[in-house]
């Protein structure tokens, strides 16, 4: 099997992939690569080319899936498959991108708890019994990674191009998921990239928000196993 490497959500770590890992693993070399260091989307895909296998197959959530999308604009050749899940394959709204500023500021000023409490995590998960203990664990992945990513991650979000045409040309298999209850990126934006690319296949998990993985992580893992496996 190829190796396959991970790339997550806007400040979250290798946590949110931790039941699929395990899962995976006994049978696929997995790579987590964290998308913290810089602040452009095509220096953070261009940093996980430089050390990843020359032939891998890839998955991200959201900004992971933004950020595997350039890495397919940039060496298409190297990437065997792709999974997008939870994503956005358009450029930044400018609603959306009107709040990066003030955001940034209140984070470069000691509030990245009160941004990722007050403005973040409402919009993550739907209800569910393990709403809660998800949402504690966001906020202790962002409180781990800090400040400096936050503001990174928030410029190469803001400032990121339109994959449509990445997309379009992109020959390999694809796996599109999606949790049917994402506030964020719903499923309607994923049945545009499902139909922009040639050769994918399109799953929504049931009672999942935007964090499919760890809200419904037996049935995230049996789609992600069911796309490996047609490998």
């Given at each position: 099997?190829k ?6 959500g ?19 070399p997995v790579l987590?690569a964290p ?7 095509q220096?953070?895909?261009a ?5 990843a296998p ?6 991200g ?9 350039e890495?397919i604009?940039q060496?298409p050749?190297?990437v065997v498959?792709v ?6 394959h ?5 609603d959306v ?5 003030p955001?940034?500021a209140s984070v470069?000023?000691?509030?990245l ?10 919009n ?10 998800i949402?504690n ?5 962002a409180l781990?990674?800090g ?7 928030s410029?190469?979000l803001r400032?990121?191009?339109?994959q449509?045409?990445?997309?379009r040309g ?5 796996l599109?998921?999606?949790g049917k ?10 049945a ?6 040639t050769?994918?296949r399109?799953?929504?998990?049931e009672?999942a928000?935007?964090?499919?993985t760890?809200?419904q992580p037996e049935?995230?893992?049996a789609?992600l ?5 047609a490998?």
């Open positions: 099997m190796p396959l490497v991970m790339l997550p806007m400040m979250c770590d290798a946590r949110l992939f931790a039941p699929q890992i395990a899962a995976l693993s006994s049978s696929n987590y998308i913290g260091g810089h602040d452009t989307v220096a953070l895909a940093e996980v080319l430089s050390y020359p032939r891998f197959v890839l998955a959530l959201s900004m992971g899936g933004i950020v595997a999308m890495i604009r060496q050749q190297r498959s999974a997008l899940m939870d994503t956005n358009l450029a930044e709204r400018d991108k009107a709040k990066r500023g955001q940034i470069s000023s000691g509030g708890g009160r941004v990722m409490a007050e403005e973040m995590k409402p993550y998960l739907t209800d569910g019994p393990n709403r809660e203990a949402l664990l966001c906020m202790d992945m781990g990674l400040p400096d990513v936050f503001i990174n991650q410029k190469a400032d990121r191009p339109d449509s045409d990445t997309l992109y020959t390999g298999q694809a599109i998921l999606c209850d994402d506030a964020l990126c719903p499923v309607s934006r994923h545009l990239m499902h139909e922009l690319l050769n994918s399109f799953e929504v998990i009672q928000g935007h964090l499919p760890l809200e049935r995230t893992t789609a196993c069911r796309w490996l496996e490998l």
